[in-house]
């Protein structure tokens, strides 16, 4: 069964840092690119960043760009986002998402399974 | 970038009746790469639907996904009590990926 299992969410002052960990379970980690999804309270979703598979490969959207970085572990089957210089329009709960495959071809902007989601709140 | 607008914002209908859900996009969408998320409150989004028409893995057939180019449309043949909560469309055919700002499906 595949899990994502979010963590690292809480309370930081603008200016901040954090560091968000999702452990995936269930599937074979190294094979799937990977993103992170956020969604601000009462709001809608919001991509924020995508890894590949390998990590060689990493994709940010504009708001994060130059403050967020996206990684991945899959020794330790462990996708990460280090964000940097918070803001208070971070404010979100942040998911991590697996790519939906079906019948061998991986559709990387689709999601099909997703963390709890962790929150991240940034207020002085 | 493409954005996507969804439309109505909120729906009122009751159990037993059609849902009609729309999602327009600023520019067309490649390979009609449109996907359809459902949530629930304090819930993870669900896949419903993928390639405009694609159902993904256990959606009931009472979901339906229709569409080409800017215009896409979600039906619920018939609404189910578990329906009523809010949807979203998102395309991922361009970078950067994007979602619709949902629709509230509520009961009437």
């Known amino acids: 069964e595949v899990q994502l299992l979010e963590s690292g969410g809480g309370l930081v002052q603008p200016g901040g840092s954090l560091r968000l960990s999702c452990a995936a379970s269930?599937?074979?980690?190294?094979?799937?690119?990977m993103s992170w999804v956020r969604q601000a309270p009462g709001k809608g979703l919001e991509w924020v960043s995508a890894i590949s598979g390998s990590g060689g490969s990493t994709y940010y959207a504009d708001s994060v760009k130059g403050r967020f970085t996206i990684s991945r572990d899959n020794s330790k089957n462990t996708l990460y986002l280090q964000m940097n210089s918070l803001r208070a329009e971070d404010t979100a709960v942040y998911y991590c998402?697996?790519?939906?495959?079906?019948?061998?071809?991986?559709?990387?902007?689709?999601?099909?399974?997703w963390g709890q989601g962790t929150l991240v709140t940034v207020s002085s | 970038e493409i954005v996507l607008t969804q439309s109505p914002g909120t729906l009122s209908l009751s159990p037993g009746e059609r849902a009609t859900l729309s999602c327009r996009a600023s520019q067309s969408v490649s390979s009609s790469y449109l996907a359809w998320y459902q949530q629930k409150p304090g819930q993870a989004p669900r896949l419903l639907i993928y390639?405009?028409?694609s159902r993904a893995t256990g959606i009931p057939d009472r979901f339906s996904g229709s569409g080409s180019g800017t215009d896409f449309t979600l039906t619920i043949s018939r609404l189910e009590p578990e329906d009523f909560a809010v949807y979203y469309c998102q395309q991922y055919g361009s970078s950067p990926l994007g979602f619709g700002q949902g629709t509230r499906l509520e009961i009437k």
């Open positions: 998402a697996k790519p939906h495959c079906t019948n061998g071809v991986c559709y990387a902007g689709v999601f099909d399974y």
């Open positions: 269930g599937f074979t980690f190294s094979s799937y690119a």
């Open positions: 390639g405009a028409s």
